[in-house]
Each structure stands twice: as C-alpha cells, then as structure tokens.
C-alpha cells in the first residue's frame, strides 16, 4: 500500500524543527514513539513502511513548515502508521498543520485539521456534501493550561471553534506517553466514524 498524501501547503509531514534537527533525534519520547508505532505497522500490515516513518523523525531538515513540539511529531508518526494503512480514507483526507482559522474578529492556528484531499473534496462538491472540519490540538507539558486565564482562554478557542461548525479534538503529552497507540487510535476512530458516514452520504445521494 502507498503512504498517504498529505495536504500541501502546508502539510503535517513538512516537519522542519526550528532550529536543528538534533531535537528531533535526541528526543527519547520521539523515539520511543516511532518505535511503537513501527511496531503497530508490522503487527497490523506485515510489510516494511519503517523507512518513511522514520524520515518524519531524522530528515527533519526537509521539512516545512516547522511543527511545534516533538508531540506533533509522535502524532504525525501514529495518524501515518494508522491513517496511512486505512485503505479508502488514508488516500481521501490530510492531515494539515498549522492551519489559520478565522473565527469572527479573533484567528486560532489550529495543530492540525483534518481535511478532504482535493479529489475527494471535487466529489463531495458533485454531492453536495461539506465536509465537517476537525481540529486537533495536542498538549505538551508547557500546555495551554497552565493557569486560570490559559483555561479560558482554551475554552474559549473551544467555543469559538465550535461555533463556526469545528469539532475540536485535544490529546495531551501524558496520553500519548501512557500508551500513544490508544490515544492517537481514538482521534483517529472518530475521523474514521466521520469519513464513513460522509461516504455513506455520497453512495445514498448517488441511488437517488
């Protein structure tokens, strides 16, 4: 199976580290994600896709535009090793990064947005179908939450987003330390939940 393609520009693997790629080699978590998630793919596939994953991590010099923590990093390993071996959807959707999102007066820049790659968005427009967009937000150990204000502020980003129709997903550096399997498992079960119902739109709309 081919690796996903991911949206350009900008895209979640453009990972450029900001100042050096030793960051990015040097990372013991990072590390230790990519080797749980090469672990996921042999279990699940039983071919090699270790070469690609691996060049997220140590050809982090390539990349652009910069991720912002080495937690971006191991979420963008785990959506390729799970999203990227998804047969029908790993081929229609991106994962974007770093994505302006107006909101009335106020602009968020979103981690990461799910999006429809540009085929799968023509056929979408030929149903009349939108697709929902989802937000991903990853929280490393500075977090957002780091006092009151932080929290209203989240919040507030939370509610702003939602509004405008976003569904808003978080995952925190102590889930994906825990076990980044699960936790980037169930973000990508509910885009998975999402996409098939989007599909079973299209397929509805075309018998009528």
Same mark, same amino acid.
């Given at each position: 199976?081919?690796?996903?393609?991911?949206?350009?520009?900008?895209?979640?693997?453009?990972?450029?580290?900001?100042?050096?790629t030793?960051r990015?080699?040097?990372?013991?978590?990072?590390?230790?994600?990519?080797a749980?998630?090469?672990?996921?793919?042999?279990?699940c596939?039983?071919?090699a896709?270790?070469?690609?994953?691996e060049?997220?991590v140590?050809?982090a010099?390539?990349?652009?535009?910069?991720?912002e923590?080495?937690?971006?990093?191991?979420?963008?390993?785990?959506?390729?090793a799970?999203?990227?071996h998804?047969g029908?959807?790993?081929?229609?959707?991106?994962l974007?990064?770093q994505?302006?999102?107006?909101?009335?007066e106020?602009?968020?820049?979103?981690?990461?947005?799910?999006?429809?790659?540009h +085929?799968f968005?023509?056929?979408?427009?030929? +149903?009349?179908?939108?697709?929902?967009?989802?937000a991903?937000?990853v929280?490393?150990?500075?977090f957002?939450?780091?006092?009151?204000?932080?929290?209203?502020?989240?919040?507030?980003?939370?509610?702003?987003?939602?509004g405008?129709g976003?569904k808003?997903l978080?995952l925190?550096?102590?889930e994906?330390?825990r076990?980044?399997?699960?936790?980037?498992?169930?973000? +990508?079960?509910?885009?998975f939940?999402?996409?098939?119902?989007?599909?079973?739109?299209?397929?509805?709309?075309?018998?009528?």
């Amino acid at each position: 199976m081919e690796a996903m393609t991911l949206a350009q520009p900008p895209s979640a693997t453009s990972v450029k580290a900001q100042d050096d790629t030793s960051r990015w080699k040097d990372s013991k978590f990072l590390i230790q994600q990519l080797a749980q998630a090469r672990k996921f793919v042999e279990d699940c596939e039983g071919h090699a896709y270790q070469e690609h994953m691996e060049h997220l991590v140590f050809e982090a010099s390539e990349f652009t535009p910069p991720l912002e923590s080495v937690l971006e990093g191991a979420f963008c390993l785990w959506w390729e090793a799970m999203v990227g071996h998804s047969g029908d959807m790993g081929s229609k959707v991106n994962l974007a990064c770093q994505r302006d999102v107006r909101c009335g007066e106020r602009l968020y820049r979103l981690d990461f947005s799910v999006e429809p790659t540009h +085929a799968f968005a023509d056929e979408l427009s030929r +149903a009349g179908i939108v697709w929902p967009p989802i937000a991903i937000e990853v929280d490393g150990h500075a977090f957002h939450e780091k006092t009151k204000e932080q929290v209203a502020q989240r919040n507030q980003r939370d509610r702003d987003l939602q509004g405008a129709g976003w569904k808003v997903l978080h995952l925190s550096y102590s889930e994906v330390d825990r076990d980044g399997c699960k936790a980037c498992g169930d973000v +990508a079960q509910i885009v998975f939940e999402q996409f098939i119902e989007i599909r079973r739109k299209i397929h509805a709309r075309g018998r009528s």
